[in-house]
């Protein structure tokens, strides 16, 4: 399968917010219930970290980060968000994206991408865990999804590069 990498485009949030939505149904990738708008979802995320992966024009998945504090002491922190169409999981693809928004972070000074994943979402810990994240830390009950209390590993990959100096 041959598919790149590359910056988001304007016209890929309707093909995001549908691979957002099939990750929201799965039940195991986030607290979310309904995929927001495309304008709500393009507010969580940073400008300058949104990569999609594009199969001959056809968004196949996309990898983002959102700021984890608006206080300028947390500049160089983010948490990851990551999703894969689901006709494509198993391909490589969510090794691609993750692996180019941790070289691209890294190029733009940030020294702490977090993940927080439910541990029934085994595929994208093991993601992350490849990618150089380690867990720690574990939040028994740290919210309800459809009335039902979930628990969720919090992952964190400090740069070798950024911020070290």
Same mark, same amino acid.
């Given at each position: ?21 099939? /990750?929201?149904?799965? +039940?195991? &990738? ?8 495309? $304008?709500? %979802?393009?507010?969580?995320? @940073? ?42 999981? /198993?391909?490589?693809? +969510?090794? &691609? ?8 972070? $890294?190029? %733009?000074?940030?020294?702490? @991408? ?52």
């Amino acid at each position: 399968m041959a598919f790149i990498i590359r910056t988001l485009i304007a016209a890929d949030w309707p093909a995001i917010k549908e691979i957002y939505q099939q /990750g929201i149904d799965t +039940g195991d &990738a986030t607290y979310e219930t309904q995929a927001p708008e495309a $304008e709500a %979802l393009k507010g969580k995320f @940073l400008d300058e970290l949104q990569l999609v992966a594009d199969d001959n024009g056809q968004v196949i998945g996309w990898a983002m980060l959102s700021a984890v504090s608006s206080r300028c002491v947390y500049g160089g922190v983010a948490e990851t968000s990551i999703y894969v169409h689901s006709g494509y999981h /198993g391909r490589g693809i +969510g090794r &691609a994206l993750l692996s180019s928004l941790v070289s691209l972070s $890294e190029k %733009l000074g940030f020294w702490t @991408l977090q993940a927080q994943i439910f541990p029934e979402n085994k595929a994208s810990v093991a993601l992350h865990e490849q990618q150089g994240f380690r867990r720690i830390g574990y939040r028994e009950k740290l919210g309800k999804r459809n009335g039902i209390w979930r628990d969720v590993l919090f992952l964190e990959r400090r740069s070798l590069v950024a911020g070290n100096n």
